[in-house]
Protein backbone atom coordinates (compact mmCIF):
# COMPACT_ATOMS: atom_id res chain seq x y z
CA UNK A 1 0.00 0.00 0.00
CA UNK A 2 2.72 2.64 0.71
CA UNK A 3 4.44 1.43 -2.42
CA UNK A 4 1.09 2.54 -4.51
CA UNK A 5 0.82 5.57 -2.64
CA UNK A 6 4.58 6.61 -2.71
CA UNK A 7 4.36 5.80 -7.08
CA UNK A 8 1.27 7.22 -7.16
CA UNK A 9 2.69 11.06 -5.54
CA UNK A 10 5.62 10.80 -8.26
CA UNK A 11 3.56 10.48 -10.92
CA UNK A 12 1.08 13.21 -9.65
CA UNK A 13 4.21 15.31 -8.87
CA UNK A 14 5.26 15.04 -12.50
CA UNK A 15 1.66 16.05 -14.28
CA UNK A 16 1.19 19.37 -12.63
CA UNK A 17 5.03 20.71 -13.31
CA UNK A 18 3.21 21.51 -16.57
CA UNK A 19 6.24 23.61 -17.79
CA UNK A 20 8.58 20.62 -17.00
CA UNK A 21 12.28 21.10 -18.52
CA UNK A 22 11.57 18.20 -20.26
CA UNK A 23 9.19 19.55 -22.53
CA UNK A 24 11.59 21.82 -23.63
CA UNK A 25 14.48 19.20 -24.44
CA UNK A 26 16.55 20.43 -20.95
CA UNK A 27 16.74 19.57 -17.11
CA UNK A 28 17.58 16.20 -15.22
CA UNK A 29 14.64 14.59 -16.71
CA UNK A 30 15.33 14.62 -20.26
CA UNK A 31 17.41 12.12 -21.49
CA UNK A 32 14.64 10.38 -23.20
CA UNK A 33 14.27 13.22 -25.36
CA UNK A 34 17.34 15.21 -25.55
CA UNK A 35 20.25 12.42 -26.20
CA UNK A 36 23.80 13.85 -27.54
CA UNK A 37 22.30 13.42 -30.89
CA UNK A 38 20.73 16.80 -32.77
CA UNK A 39 17.73 14.83 -34.40
CA UNK A 40 16.83 13.01 -31.62
CA UNK A 41 16.39 16.50 -30.13
CA UNK A 42 13.62 17.36 -32.53
CA UNK A 43 10.15 16.23 -32.48
CA UNK A 44 8.18 14.17 -35.14
CA UNK A 45 5.69 16.56 -36.67
CA UNK A 46 2.20 14.78 -36.36
CA UNK A 47 0.14 13.61 -39.09
CA UNK A 48 -1.81 16.53 -40.68
CA UNK A 49 -5.30 17.26 -38.71
CA UNK A 50 -8.78 16.88 -41.10
CA UNK A 51 -11.10 18.72 -38.44
CA UNK A 52 -10.46 21.04 -35.55
CA UNK A 53 -11.35 18.93 -32.27
CA UNK A 54 -10.62 20.19 -28.49
CA UNK A 55 -7.08 18.74 -27.75
CA UNK A 56 -6.25 18.04 -23.89
CA UNK A 57 -4.52 20.82 -21.90
CA UNK A 58 -0.63 20.64 -21.26
CA UNK A 59 -0.90 20.00 -17.59
CA UNK A 60 -3.20 16.99 -18.62
CA UNK A 61 -0.80 14.65 -20.37
CA UNK A 62 2.36 12.92 -19.81
CA UNK A 63 5.26 14.95 -20.42
CA UNK A 64 6.94 12.82 -22.29
CA UNK A 65 3.55 13.24 -24.68
CA UNK A 66 3.84 17.65 -24.46
CA UNK A 67 6.36 18.13 -27.23
CA UNK A 68 3.26 15.95 -29.64
CA UNK A 69 0.55 17.90 -27.82
CA UNK A 70 2.45 21.48 -28.52
CA UNK A 71 2.88 20.34 -32.19
CA UNK A 72 -0.96 19.37 -32.79
CA UNK A 73 -1.66 22.49 -31.31
CA UNK A 74 -0.05 24.62 -33.51
CA UNK A 75 -2.45 22.38 -36.11
CA UNK A 76 -5.18 23.51 -34.97
CA UNK A 77 -3.85 27.02 -34.58
CA UNK A 78 -3.73 27.08 -38.84
CA UNK A 79 -7.29 26.19 -39.82
CA UNK A 80 -8.65 29.39 -41.64
CA UNK A 81 -12.42 30.49 -40.66
CA UNK A 82 -14.81 32.77 -42.06
CA UNK A 83 -15.40 35.68 -39.84
CA UNK A 84 -17.70 37.48 -41.87
CA UNK A 85 -20.49 35.31 -40.55
CA UNK A 86 -19.97 34.91 -37.24
CA UNK A 87 -22.54 31.70 -36.84
CA UNK A 88 -20.32 29.39 -38.83
CA UNK A 89 -18.00 27.37 -37.75
CA UNK A 90 -18.69 29.06 -34.42
CA UNK A 91 -17.43 26.08 -32.28
CA UNK A 92 -14.51 25.16 -34.30
CA UNK A 93 -13.47 29.16 -33.54
CA UNK A 94 -14.09 28.68 -30.13
CA UNK A 95 -11.69 26.19 -30.09
CA UNK A 96 -8.83 27.54 -31.91
CA UNK A 97 -8.74 30.64 -29.91
CA UNK A 98 -8.84 28.55 -26.23
CA UNK A 99 -5.92 27.16 -28.30
CA UNK A 100 -4.14 30.08 -28.77
CA UNK A 101 -4.81 31.11 -25.20
CA UNK A 102 -3.34 28.66 -23.81
CA UNK A 103 0.12 28.97 -26.12
CA UNK A 104 0.29 32.52 -25.38
CA UNK A 105 -0.10 31.41 -21.19
CA UNK A 106 2.45 28.73 -21.79
CA UNK A 107 5.12 31.68 -23.68
CA UNK A 108 4.46 34.00 -21.25
CA UNK A 109 4.98 31.56 -18.28
CA UNK A 110 9.14 31.85 -19.16
CA UNK A 111 9.93 28.62 -17.04
CA UNK A 112 12.27 27.48 -19.67
CA UNK A 113 13.25 27.49 -23.08
CA UNK A 114 10.99 26.43 -26.13
CA UNK A 115 13.04 23.75 -28.69
CA UNK A 116 14.05 24.76 -31.81
CA UNK A 117 12.06 23.09 -33.99
CA UNK A 118 8.50 24.19 -31.79
CA UNK A 119 9.92 27.62 -32.32
CA UNK A 120 9.69 26.89 -36.03
CA UNK A 121 6.42 25.55 -35.98
CA UNK A 122 5.05 28.40 -33.89
CA UNK A 123 6.48 31.27 -36.42
CA UNK A 124 5.27 29.38 -39.51
CA UNK A 125 1.69 28.95 -37.56
CA UNK A 126 1.93 32.95 -36.90
CA UNK A 127 2.55 33.96 -40.50
CA UNK A 128 -0.31 31.41 -41.89
CA UNK A 129 -2.28 33.16 -39.45
CA UNK A 130 -1.43 37.04 -39.89
CA UNK A 131 0.69 37.20 -43.65
CA UNK A 132 -2.72 37.56 -45.46
CA UNK A 133 -4.08 40.01 -48.35
CA UNK A 134 -5.69 42.97 -46.94
CA UNK A 135 -8.45 44.10 -47.95
CA UNK A 136 -8.97 47.55 -50.39
CA UNK A 137 -8.30 50.57 -48.24
CA UNK A 138 -12.10 52.74 -48.11
CA UNK A 139 -11.25 55.76 -49.57
CA UNK A 140 -10.15 53.35 -52.87
CA UNK A 141 -13.45 52.13 -52.77
CA UNK A 142 -15.31 55.45 -52.55
CA UNK A 143 -12.64 58.03 -53.81
CA UNK A 144 -12.47 59.54 -50.62
CA UNK A 145 -9.74 61.03 -48.95
CA UNK A 146 -8.08 59.42 -46.32
CA UNK A 147 -9.17 60.58 -43.00
CA UNK A 148 -7.48 61.04 -39.38
CA UNK A 149 -7.83 57.55 -37.68
CA UNK A 150 -8.30 59.79 -34.24
CA UNK A 151 -11.68 61.08 -35.68
CA UNK A 152 -12.77 58.03 -38.08
CA UNK A 153 -13.30 54.64 -36.01
CA UNK A 154 -12.11 53.34 -39.67
CA UNK A 155 -12.27 49.38 -40.49
CA UNK A 156 -12.45 46.89 -38.24
CA UNK A 157 -11.26 43.28 -38.94
CA UNK A 158 -14.14 40.65 -38.56
CA UNK A 159 -11.08 38.34 -37.46
CA UNK A 160 -9.58 40.39 -34.98
CA UNK A 161 -10.58 38.41 -31.52
CA UNK A 162 -8.45 35.58 -32.89
CA UNK A 163 -5.70 37.67 -34.68
CA UNK A 164 -5.18 39.77 -31.70
CA UNK A 165 -4.27 36.53 -29.84
CA UNK A 166 -1.55 35.65 -32.68
CA UNK A 167 0.02 39.06 -32.37
CA UNK A 168 -0.20 38.71 -28.69
CA UNK A 169 1.60 35.15 -28.90
CA UNK A 170 4.19 36.62 -31.34
CA UNK A 171 4.99 39.48 -28.84
CA UNK A 172 5.44 37.70 -25.92
CA UNK A 173 7.91 34.99 -27.89
CA UNK A 174 9.54 38.18 -28.96
CA UNK A 175 10.05 39.95 -25.75
CA UNK A 176 10.75 36.71 -23.56
CA UNK A 177 14.01 36.59 -21.62
CA UNK A 178 14.34 32.77 -22.88
CA UNK A 179 13.82 33.38 -26.54
CA UNK A 180 17.74 32.91 -27.95
CA UNK A 181 18.36 35.50 -30.59
CA UNK A 182 20.54 33.12 -32.04
CA UNK A 183 18.23 30.87 -32.56
CA UNK A 184 14.88 33.25 -33.08
CA UNK A 185 16.74 35.15 -36.12
CA UNK A 186 16.61 32.06 -38.53
CA UNK A 187 12.75 32.41 -38.50
CA UNK A 188 12.37 36.22 -37.33
CA UNK A 189 14.04 36.94 -40.50
CA UNK A 190 14.19 39.52 -43.36
CA UNK A 191 11.79 37.81 -44.67
CA UNK A 192 9.44 38.27 -42.04
CA UNK A 193 9.88 41.50 -41.04
CA UNK A 194 9.20 42.67 -44.62
CA UNK A 195 5.39 41.10 -44.31
CA UNK A 196 5.67 42.31 -41.22
CA UNK A 197 6.00 46.17 -42.55
CA UNK A 198 3.39 45.55 -45.38
CA UNK A 199 1.12 44.64 -42.51
CA UNK A 200 1.16 48.30 -41.47
CA UNK A 201 -0.85 49.43 -44.20
CA UNK A 202 -3.77 47.54 -42.29
CA UNK A 203 -6.73 50.13 -41.90
CA UNK A 204 -7.28 48.16 -38.75
CA UNK A 205 -5.66 50.80 -36.02
CA UNK A 206 -5.46 47.92 -33.29
CA UNK A 207 -3.85 45.68 -35.79
CA UNK A 208 -1.01 48.63 -36.68
CA UNK A 209 -0.28 49.31 -32.54
CA UNK A 210 0.50 45.62 -32.04
CA UNK A 211 2.63 45.88 -35.25
CA UNK A 212 4.49 49.12 -33.72
CA UNK A 213 5.13 47.25 -30.46
CA UNK A 214 6.05 44.07 -31.89
CA UNK A 215 8.36 45.65 -34.81
CA UNK A 216 10.06 48.05 -31.61
CA UNK A 217 11.23 44.89 -29.98
CA UNK A 218 12.24 43.16 -32.90
CA UNK A 219 14.57 46.10 -33.67
CA UNK A 220 15.65 46.16 -29.90
CA UNK A 221 16.58 42.67 -29.56
CA UNK A 222 17.54 41.89 -32.70
CA UNK A 223 20.69 44.09 -34.19
CA UNK A 224 21.48 42.42 -36.81
CA UNK A 225 18.37 43.62 -37.97
CA UNK A 226 18.66 46.98 -37.45
CA UNK A 227 19.90 47.90 -40.80
CA UNK A 228 17.01 46.17 -43.02
CA UNK A 229 14.46 47.55 -40.69
CA UNK A 230 15.20 51.17 -41.01
CA UNK A 231 16.19 50.35 -45.50
CA UNK A 232 12.78 48.62 -45.81
CA UNK A 233 11.07 51.66 -44.00
CA UNK A 234 12.87 53.85 -45.95
CA UNK A 235 11.34 52.55 -49.10
CA UNK A 236 8.00 52.43 -47.42
CA UNK A 237 8.21 56.22 -47.84
CA UNK A 238 9.50 56.43 -50.99
CA UNK A 239 7.04 54.77 -52.13
CA UNK A 240 4.25 56.94 -50.27
CA UNK A 241 5.99 60.21 -50.82
CA UNK A 242 6.38 59.39 -54.74
CA UNK A 243 4.16 57.63 -55.73
CA UNK A 244 0.77 56.37 -54.18
CA UNK A 245 0.51 58.91 -51.53
CA UNK A 246 -1.86 56.39 -49.46
CA UNK A 247 -0.56 54.02 -46.75
CA UNK A 248 -2.88 53.72 -43.09
CA UNK A 249 0.57 53.06 -40.82
CA UNK A 250 3.05 55.78 -41.80
CA UNK A 251 2.27 57.28 -38.50
CA UNK A 252 2.87 54.17 -36.89
CA UNK A 253 6.18 53.85 -38.32
CA UNK A 254 7.24 57.42 -37.48
CA UNK A 255 6.53 56.52 -34.04
CA UNK A 256 8.91 53.88 -33.93
CA UNK A 257 11.39 56.04 -35.66
CA UNK A 258 11.02 58.46 -33.39
CA UNK A 259 12.33 56.10 -30.64
CA UNK A 260 15.18 54.73 -33.15
CA UNK A 261 16.70 58.72 -33.71
CA UNK A 262 16.08 59.23 -30.23
CA UNK A 263 19.03 56.31 -29.57
CA UNK A 264 21.16 57.45 -32.32
CA UNK A 265 24.76 58.02 -30.91
CA UNK A 266 26.83 60.89 -32.09
CA UNK A 267 28.66 61.99 -34.05
CA UNK A 268 25.52 60.99 -35.74
CA UNK A 269 26.30 58.71 -39.37
CA UNK A 270 25.85 59.77 -42.55
CA UNK A 271 23.15 57.34 -42.93
CA UNK A 272 20.93 58.48 -40.19
CA UNK A 273 21.72 62.58 -42.23
CA UNK A 274 20.92 61.45 -45.28
CA UNK A 275 17.64 59.27 -44.40
CA UNK A 276 16.47 62.42 -42.98
CA UNK A 277 17.11 64.59 -46.08
CA UNK A 278 15.92 61.87 -48.14
CA UNK A 279 12.91 60.44 -46.31
CA UNK A 280 11.85 62.57 -43.20
CA UNK A 281 11.86 66.01 -45.20
CA UNK A 282 10.32 64.86 -47.89
CA UNK A 283 7.30 63.47 -45.72
CA UNK A 284 5.95 67.19 -46.01
CA UNK A 285 4.92 67.34 -48.98
CA UNK A 286 2.06 64.43 -49.68
CA UNK A 287 -1.58 66.09 -49.21
CA UNK A 288 -2.73 63.96 -45.76
CA UNK A 289 0.85 65.20 -44.00
CA UNK A 290 -1.96 66.24 -41.30
CA UNK A 291 -2.68 62.47 -40.26
CA UNK A 292 0.52 61.80 -39.19
CA UNK A 293 2.51 65.03 -38.70
CA UNK A 294 2.23 65.14 -35.03
CA UNK A 295 4.67 62.54 -35.47
CA UNK A 296 7.03 63.38 -38.09
CA UNK A 297 7.75 66.82 -36.34
CA UNK A 298 8.24 64.88 -33.48
CA UNK A 299 10.86 62.83 -35.68
CA UNK A 300 12.66 66.09 -37.51
CA UNK A 301 13.09 67.61 -34.05
CA UNK A 302 14.72 64.56 -32.43
CA UNK A 303 17.29 65.28 -35.80
CA UNK A 304 18.31 68.76 -34.54
CA UNK A 305 17.96 68.43 -30.70
CA UNK A 306 20.59 65.64 -31.25
CA UNK A 307 23.04 67.91 -33.74
CA UNK A 308 22.14 71.55 -34.28
CA UNK A 309 24.19 71.55 -37.02
CA UNK A 310 21.36 70.05 -39.13
CA UNK A 311 18.90 72.98 -38.18
CA UNK A 312 19.83 74.93 -41.34
CA UNK A 313 19.08 71.75 -43.22
CA UNK A 314 15.85 71.13 -42.01
CA UNK A 315 14.44 74.47 -41.74
CA UNK A 316 15.05 75.04 -45.85
CA UNK A 317 13.96 71.84 -46.16
CA UNK A 318 10.61 72.93 -44.44
CA UNK A 319 10.75 75.98 -47.27
CA UNK A 320 10.90 73.63 -49.90
CA UNK A 321 7.57 71.73 -49.19
CA UNK A 322 6.23 75.30 -47.81
CA UNK A 323 2.40 74.95 -49.11
CA UNK A 324 0.85 77.58 -51.58
CA UNK A 325 -2.80 76.57 -50.93
CA UNK A 326 -3.71 74.59 -47.69
CA UNK A 327 -4.36 77.08 -45.43
CA UNK A 328 -4.56 73.85 -42.87
CA UNK A 329 -0.70 72.25 -43.75
CA UNK A 330 0.30 75.80 -43.23
CA UNK A 331 -0.90 75.90 -39.49
CA UNK A 332 0.91 72.58 -39.48
CA UNK A 333 4.06 73.54 -40.58
CA UNK A 334 4.18 77.10 -38.91
CA UNK A 335 4.12 74.92 -35.58
CA UNK A 336 6.93 73.02 -36.46
CA UNK A 337 8.92 75.83 -37.29
CA UNK A 338 8.35 76.89 -33.96
CA UNK A 339 9.81 74.32 -32.45
CA UNK A 340 12.35 74.04 -35.01
CA UNK A 341 13.67 77.06 -34.34
CA UNK A 342 13.54 76.90 -30.16
CA UNK A 343 16.49 74.52 -31.30
CA UNK A 344 17.97 76.30 -33.11
CA UNK A 345 21.60 78.15 -32.73
CA UNK A 346 22.87 81.67 -33.57
CA UNK A 347 25.02 80.79 -36.53
CA UNK A 348 22.48 78.19 -37.96
CA UNK A 349 19.72 80.77 -37.94
CA UNK A 350 22.13 82.79 -39.74
CA UNK A 351 22.45 81.10 -42.64
CA UNK A 352 19.18 80.80 -43.11
CA UNK A 353 17.33 83.60 -41.90
CA UNK A 354 16.45 85.60 -45.43
CA UNK A 355 14.43 82.57 -46.94
CA UNK A 356 13.15 82.11 -43.92
CA UNK A 357 11.77 86.03 -43.23
CA UNK A 358 10.55 85.98 -46.86
CA UNK A 359 8.09 82.64 -46.08
CA UNK A 360 7.52 84.56 -42.56
CA UNK A 361 5.96 88.09 -44.59
CA UNK A 362 4.25 86.18 -46.89
CA UNK A 363 2.24 84.26 -43.74
CA UNK A 364 1.77 87.70 -41.96
CA UNK A 365 -0.02 89.45 -44.95
CA UNK A 366 -2.07 85.53 -45.56
CA UNK A 367 -6.14 86.49 -46.30
CA UNK A 368 -6.42 83.36 -43.78
CA UNK A 369 -6.24 85.00 -40.25
CA UNK A 370 -5.57 81.59 -38.24
CA UNK A 371 -2.01 81.81 -40.74
CA UNK A 372 -1.30 85.39 -40.21
CA UNK A 373 -2.06 84.62 -35.93
CA UNK A 374 -0.16 81.95 -36.52
CA UNK A 375 3.01 83.78 -37.75
CA UNK A 376 2.45 86.20 -35.52
CA UNK A 377 2.66 84.42 -32.38
CA UNK A 378 6.41 83.30 -33.01
CA UNK A 379 7.37 86.60 -31.31
CA UNK A 380 5.68 85.24 -28.29
CA UNK A 381 8.69 82.75 -28.09
CA UNK A 382 11.51 84.02 -26.19
CA UNK A 383 14.00 82.34 -27.91
CA UNK A 384 13.09 83.35 -31.19
CA UNK A 385 12.98 86.91 -30.52
CA UNK A 386 16.35 86.97 -29.42
CA UNK A 387 17.75 85.47 -32.63
CA UNK A 388 15.23 88.31 -34.15
CA UNK A 389 16.82 91.04 -32.16
CA UNK A 390 20.41 89.54 -32.88
CA UNK A 391 19.66 89.68 -36.56
CA UNK A 392 17.40 92.63 -36.89
CA UNK A 393 19.50 94.42 -39.62
CA UNK A 394 18.58 91.66 -41.64
CA UNK A 395 14.67 90.68 -41.19
CA UNK A 396 13.67 93.93 -40.36
CA UNK A 397 13.98 95.02 -43.76
CA UNK A 398 12.36 91.84 -45.02
CA UNK A 399 8.83 92.11 -43.05
CA UNK A 400 8.50 95.71 -42.58
CA UNK A 401 6.39 96.13 -45.96
CA UNK A 402 4.36 92.61 -44.76
CA UNK A 403 3.76 94.84 -41.59
CA UNK A 404 2.70 97.65 -42.46
CA UNK A 405 0.38 96.02 -45.23
CA UNK A 406 -1.64 94.34 -42.58
CA UNK A 407 -1.63 97.37 -40.63
CA UNK A 408 -3.58 99.52 -43.35
CA UNK A 409 -5.50 97.18 -44.98
CA UNK A 410 -5.68 93.24 -42.79
CA UNK A 411 -9.46 92.45 -42.56
CA UNK A 412 -9.17 90.66 -39.33
CA UNK A 413 -8.95 93.23 -36.09
CA UNK A 414 -6.96 90.88 -33.94
CA UNK A 415 -4.46 90.69 -37.31
CA UNK A 416 -3.96 94.57 -36.59
CA UNK A 417 -3.34 94.37 -32.55
CA UNK A 418 -0.95 91.66 -32.78
CA UNK A 419 1.18 93.06 -35.52
CA UNK A 420 1.24 96.58 -33.85
CA UNK A 421 2.55 94.79 -31.16
CA UNK A 422 5.10 93.18 -33.03
CA UNK A 423 6.10 96.87 -34.82
CA UNK A 424 6.44 98.36 -31.16
CA UNK A 425 9.32 95.61 -30.22
CA UNK A 426 10.87 96.32 -33.15
CA UNK A 427 10.95 100.06 -32.01
CA UNK A 428 12.15 99.17 -28.78
CA UNK A 429 14.67 97.01 -30.07
CA UNK A 430 16.01 99.67 -32.63
CA UNK A 431 14.38 103.08 -32.79
CA UNK A 432 16.93 103.66 -35.64
CA UNK A 433 16.53 100.89 -38.07
CA UNK A 434 12.91 101.11 -37.33
CA UNK A 435 12.55 104.78 -38.36
CA UNK A 436 15.24 103.78 -41.63
CA UNK A 437 12.90 101.53 -42.51
CA UNK A 438 10.08 103.63 -42.38
CA UNK A 439 11.43 106.26 -44.48
CA UNK A 440 12.62 103.20 -47.14
CA UNK A 441 9.12 102.43 -47.03
CA UNK A 442 7.50 105.56 -47.39
CA UNK A 443 9.95 106.26 -50.43
CA UNK A 444 9.13 102.94 -52.05
CA UNK A 445 5.46 104.03 -51.81
CA UNK A 446 5.90 107.42 -53.29
CA UNK A 447 8.04 105.50 -56.39
CA UNK A 448 5.10 103.02 -56.74
CA UNK A 449 2.83 106.05 -56.93
CA UNK A 450 5.17 107.60 -59.63
CA UNK A 451 5.14 104.82 -61.90
CA UNK A 452 1.70 104.14 -61.53
CA UNK A 453 0.64 108.06 -62.33
CA UNK A 454 3.42 107.50 -65.01
CA UNK A 455 1.40 104.25 -66.54
CA UNK A 456 -2.12 106.31 -66.15
CA UNK A 457 -0.78 108.69 -68.28
CA UNK A 458 0.77 106.75 -70.88
CA UNK A 459 -2.75 105.10 -71.07
CA UNK A 460 -4.51 107.77 -71.65
CA UNK A 461 -2.27 109.48 -74.43
CA UNK A 462 -2.84 105.65 -76.20
CA UNK A 463 -6.71 106.30 -76.06
CA UNK A 464 -6.30 109.79 -77.55
CA UNK A 465 -4.40 109.01 -79.98
CA UNK A 466 -6.60 106.26 -80.85
CA UNK A 467 -9.62 108.54 -80.49
CA UNK A 468 -7.77 111.16 -82.77
CA UNK A 469 -7.12 108.59 -85.30
CA UNK A 470 -10.41 107.32 -85.68
CA UNK A 471 -11.92 110.41 -85.95
CA UNK A 472 -9.69 111.15 -88.97
CA UNK A 473 -11.13 107.94 -90.61
CA UNK A 474 -14.41 109.48 -90.40
CA UNK A 475 -13.98 113.06 -92.23
CA UNK A 476 -11.91 110.54 -95.19
CA UNK A 477 -14.71 108.26 -95.90
Given amino acids: MLKKIIKGGQRKHSK ?6 SFYGSGPNSNAVAA ?36 RKLQICCFQFDFSDTLKSAREKEIKRQTL ?31 RCLPPASHENTGQEATDPEEDEGYLA ?95 LLEILGSIINGFALPMKEEHKLFLVRALI ?17 CIIQFVEKDYKLADTVIRGLLKYWPLTNCQKELLFLGELEEILEATQSAEFQRCVVPLFRQIARCLNSPHFQVAERALFLWNNEH ?57 FEE ?34
Avoid at 174 to 198: E, G, M
Avoid at 420 to 431: P, T
Avoid at 458 to 469: E, G, I, M, S
Avoid at 470 to 475: A, G, L, Y
Wanted: glycine share 2%; proline share 5%.
Fill in 16 to 21: SDSMDA
Fill in 36 to 71: PSRNSDVPMAPPAMATVEPLPLFRDVPVSDRQNLFM
Fill in 101 to 131: LELVDLIQSGSGKIMERCQEEMIKMIGVNIF
Fill in 158 to 252: PSWPHLQIVYELLLRYVVSSDTDTKVAKRFIDHSFVLKLLDLFDSEDHREREFLKTILHRIYGKFMVHRPFIRKAINNIFYRFIYETERHSGIGE
Fill in 282 to 298: PLHKPKPVGVYHQQLSY
Fill in 384 to 440: IVSLIAQNRQVILPIIFEALEKNIRSHWNQAIHGLTANVKKMFMEMDAELFDDCHRQ
Fill in 444 to 477: KEARAQEVEEQREMTWKKLVDAAAHREEDNMVTV
